[in-house]
């Protein structure tokens, strides 16, 4: 059957650690793979998208991989803060019928302690 | 500003009512979507338009409906035949073709009075 994982619920830090968030997939195949922010009551805002041909994308304190081969995305928040603590939500885009509705994770929520 | 809106913020039903949800964008997107999340649930895909006057139903689509008569709205309806209503709505409107972030409106919370 057709999963996609984030590796736990919750995850504690503490501040100024890299924060590393992982999505997990089985039975897709994804041409790209996007990742949000979710604050408590509120949407998801969109962060970064990879596609499947990039091992790595940059942006600020964000980093983002796409291994196709172990059918893996990590998530790093270097120099996590206490402003960092959401829900972080991987999805896969799937790109079939012309559009590409995405596929959600359940999320990870994370706590930077201060 | 260009964005999202959903509306009412909170909404409550009483038992055999149908409910509409509202999503407006000024973003002229093509694309609008209604999402569900529960709690420790991801958000699953209710119904999705590409275009204007079309739409196709998700994952989980029974007890909704939709309809998109403008680029810019696209009402949610969660009928009477929708057992397990309570839960966040999200709404998210993109840009068609792949490879485009979908943006969320803050959601409706549904609860059963």
């Known amino acids: 059957s057709q999963k996609i994982e984030q590796n736990s619920e919750a995850l504690n830090i503490q501040e100024g650690k890299t924060a590393t968030l992982t999505c997990n997939y089985t039975?897709?195949?994804?041409?790209?793979l996007q990742w949000y922010r979710q604050d408590p009551g509120r949407g998801p805002v969109f962060l970064l998208l990879?596609?499947?041909?990039?091992k790595e994308k940059r942006k600020e304190r964000l980093k983002v991989t796409f291994d196709t081969t172990l059918k893996q995305s990590l998530f790093h928040i270097t120099a996590s803060q206490p402003a960092d603590s959401a829900t972080y939500l991987c999805a896969l885009d799937l790109l079939f019928s012309g559009n590409t509705p995405l596929v959600f994770g359940k999320g990870t929520r994370l706590s930077v302690i201060a | 500003d260009g964005g999202i809106t959903q509306s009412p913020k909170y909404l409550f039903r009483k038992e055999g009512q149908n409910v509409t949800l509202s999503c407006e964008q000024n973003l002229n997107h093509d694309a609008m979507y209604w999402y569900r999340q529960d709690p420790g649930q991801g958000l699953r895909l209710i119904y999705y338009?590409?275009?204007?006057?079309?739409?196709q139903k998700g994952d989980i689509a029974e007890g909704y409906s939709v309809s998109r008569e403008k680029k810019e709205s696209f009402p949610l309806t969660v009928t009477s035949a929708q057992k397990n209503p309570t839960a966040f709505y999200l709404c998210?409107?993109?840009?068609?073709?792949?490879?485009?972030?979908?943006?969320f409106g803050d959601g409706t919370r549904l609860s059963i009075l």
């Open positions: 039975n897709y195949s994804p041409a790209y």
């Open positions: 998210a409107s993109s840009l068609t073709g792949s490879n485009q972030p979908q943006h």
């Open positions: 338009s590409q275009i204007v006057n079309d739409f």
């Open positions: 990879i596609r499947e041909n990039e």
